[in-house]
């Protein structure tokens, strides 16, 4: 009684001074005082007190733990004690440090845009670091263009916390943008990085993580560290597809390129999927980083009977085009999508059309079902941005997101189609999303990164973006576990990207032969394993 009494007091008194060490600063403390209890169970008010520089920027209030507990998702929902909104490098260094420090060290998170869709930015009970709140807070701009263009090596040094669209109009005042992309560019710099980030570029380019120069990181142990491939390899390349595991990345510096003006996108439509497997298969063959002769982005997607055949990742198609699409798709129940674009400029627009024409030859799409837009490169880049405005304003964008990612292994993707597409998904017939498949080239990617591919020249991605309402999206989850099993029954290895796992036995699976060398960075890099807790790699709650 009288030691529960003598704590209470200890208590109360550090909270006093501290409030009051607060109160004596320049801005007000967002620590409530209803809830500090809260945070004090996970981070003890000696700590608080000792760092008080970040206790500055902790909030526990319902609007930054609400924002913090779900992301894009919108099915997960894990309350962290408290969110630090931080106006430095330093504040973060300091967080994880002051977590290290403890006997019982707290979970940490960096939260990117939370366009994450199965908690995987959140840190139950720990603290999610909001990295937005640097985008404002820093006191230099957060993208920073260099180069020479003597040697034409041009790149940005990019803040882990901006958007990829930020990187796009700071780089486009110079004339320059980076060459791999995401369909979707409200994303952060840090958030993709630590996933891949893939696109129509990817067979060309890479992944976005193929082209990154350097990075600044805070280490799970709180250390700020410079890497690249040449200086601190082992945390470079842990970090890059290391699913936050291993340190949080304040900067990264970009490869950027001469940026194109103006964008030829074609759309083809096969009902056979073969001729379209073999078509897309051909044409990322021609994939010199400088040649001229390569497109420049490819995708393919799914076209089933659920009315316009544009949807909110792009609208496209000639209106006066859609009923004889809608059509076909009634007909063959799927039609395949094959797109391409050629980028221009200037100096290449005279040359661009012959340079198509000659790509696109012998290709076997349905004949009559070209069809072709020219549109400026910001247009192209930001497509997907007018569907995600028009959801929001018809309250359909913040709905769960059932999504399932995968790579599928080239010599498998037929099975795949049978199997999934006319087996599964055909026969459910809930399909209410936009569906991706367009293969890439391994050798694009580098192995030493921690993202997990498949073991094959060639893969294809598959993307299921489904919506759905709050009350039916299990139904999207039941077919992706039936996609799943049918997978592992059929022997198809196929990874997932952007995975979701839920027992430990299933991440060693995932990394395969890269799991020993994903522990051991673990252990060099958060050995207390305080960072990323949602993707539940090492935590299991
Ligand atoms: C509409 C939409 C379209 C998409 N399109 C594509 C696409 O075309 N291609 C593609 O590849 N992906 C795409 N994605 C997936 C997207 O790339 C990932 O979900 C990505 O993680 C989202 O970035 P974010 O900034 O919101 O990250 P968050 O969801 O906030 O975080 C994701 C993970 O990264 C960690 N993290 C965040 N910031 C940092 C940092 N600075 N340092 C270290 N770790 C960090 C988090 O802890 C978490 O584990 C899309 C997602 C959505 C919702």
Not at 311 to 334: A, E, G, L, M, Q
Request: proline residues 5%; contains cysteine.
């Amino acid at each position: 009684m009288a030691e529960n009494f003598l704590i209470q007091t200890y208590v109360m008194f550090i909270f006093f001074i501290s409030r009051l060490i607060f109160s004596l600063g320049k801005s007000k403390p967002w620590i409530s005082s209803t809830t500090t209890s809260t945070i004090t169970t996970i981070i003890p008010p000696m700590i608080l007190t000792n760092y008080k520089e970040i206790g500055y920027k902790l909030r526990d209030d319902h609007e930054a733990i609400n924002m913090a507990s779900s992301d894009y998702g919108n099915m997960v929902r894990q309350i962290p004690a408290a969110v630090l909104y931080p106006s430095s490098i330093n504040d973060i260094a300091t967080l994880i440090k002051s977590s290290n420090n403890l006997s019982l060290p707290f979970h940490i998170a960096a939260r990117g845009h939370g366009h994450s869709v199965r908690g995987q930015a959140t840190a139950p009970n720990g603290v999610v670091v909001n990295m937005m709140a640097l985008k404002s807070q820093r006191n230099r701009p957060g993208v920073i263009v260099s180069g020479n263009p003597f040697s034409g090596y041009f790149y940005a040094d990019v803040g882990g916390e901006q958007l990829w669209i930020d990187v796009l109009r700071a780089t486009l005042e110079h004339g320059l943008a980076p060459v791999s992309w995401t369909d979707y560019l409200y994303l952060t710099v840090g958030g993709t990085l630590s996933n891949a980030g893939i696109s129509g570029q990817t067979f060309r380019y890479g992944p976005q993580i193929s082209n990154v120069y350097e990075l600044d990181v805070v280490t799970g142990k709180g250390d700020f560290v410079t890497c690249s491939a040449h200086k601190n390899s082992e945390l470079f390349y842990a970090v890059l597809g290391g699913l936050g595991q291993f340190g949080i990345i304040i900067r990264a510096r970009i490869a950027l390129e001469l940026a194109p003006k103006r964008v030829k996108w074609v759309r083809m439509l096969y009902t056979d999927f073969s001729e379209f497997a073999r078509d897309q298969e051909q044409l990322i063959k021609i994939n010199g980083r400088k040649d001229k002769n390569a497109l420049d982005y490819l995708e393919g997607s799914l076209l089933m009977n659920q009315g316009s055949p544009d949807n909110w990742r792009s609208s496209f198609f000639p209106p006066s085009d859609h009923s004889r699409i809608i059509f076909k798709v009634t007909d063959n129940k799927i039609v395949y999508c094959l797109e391409v674009a050629k980028f221009y400029d200037d100096r290449s627009s005279e040359t661009v059309d012959k340079v198509l024409k000659l790509l696109l030859k012998g290709l076997n799409y349905d004949p009559g079902f070209m069809f072709e837009k020219d549109v400026s490169y910001m247009d192209f880049l930001d497509r997907v941005r007018g569907g995600e405005l028009k959801l929001q304003s018809q309250g359909l964008w913040e709905v769960p997101h059932p999504w399932l990612n995968l790579f599928i292994p080239k010599t498998h993707v037929s099975d795949f189609n049978t199997g999934v597409f006319r087996e599964i998904v055909l026969k459910r017939n809930i399909t209410t999303g936009p569906v991706l498949l367009y293969p890439m080239n391994r050798n694009k990617w580098d192995d030493r990164m921690s993202a997990v591919i498949p073991d094959e020249d060639v893969f294809y991605t598959v993307g299921f973006l489904h919506s759905g309402g709050f009350d039916d999206w299990e139904s999207f989850d039941e077919q992706n576990k039936e996609i799943l099993k049918f997978c592992e029954d059929a022997g198809i290895n196929v990874k997932q990207y952007l995975p979701h796992y839920k027992t430990q036995e299933d991440w060693m699976k995932h990394f395969g032969s890269k799991w020993k060398t994903f522990v051991e960075r673990k252990s060099m890099f958060d050995p207390k394993k305080i960072l990323s807790p949602g993707q539940r790699i090492f935590s299991h709650q």
